[in-house]
Nanobody, 121 residues
């Protein structure tokens, strides 16, 4: 059974930094693009970042470029999202995703349950 488990969310202040982790199990995701998405209350799901199978290529949504960094440890099937200079508008549930059937910024075959990040002014 494939599982993606996110951790590291919580309540922080504007300007703080947080690192999210996503541990994948059930299959080897070392050959899969992995990504982070987020969804704020009342809003559609938003692409945050993606990382290629080897980790050589990273892609970011416009709203997080320069502040967030995605990375992975392939042999540990783990993906991270380092979030710096957090803003209240970053408040959302953050989801880990793996194995896109198509474009890296669209849909994925596997999703985690999500972790809440709340940024206070």
């Amino acid at each position: 059974q494939v599982q993606l488990v996110e951790s590291g969310g919580g309540l922080v202040q504007a300007g703080d930094s947080v690192r999210l982790s996503c541990a994948a199990s059930g299959r080897n995701f070392g050959v899969s693009t992995m990504a982070w998405f987020r969804q704020a209350p009342g809003k559609e799901r938003e692409f945050v970042a993606a990382i290629s199978e080897t980790g050589h290529y990273q892609f970011y949504g416009d709203s997080v470029k320069g502040r967030f960094t995605i990375s992975r440890v392939t042999d540990k099937n783990t993906v991270y999202l380092q979030m710096n200079s957090l803003k209240p508008e970053d408040t959302a549930i953050y989801y880990c995703a793996a194995d896109p059937p198509g474009s890296y910024f669209a849909d994925y075959n596997y999703w985690g349950q999500g972790t809440q990040v709340t940024v206070q002014v």
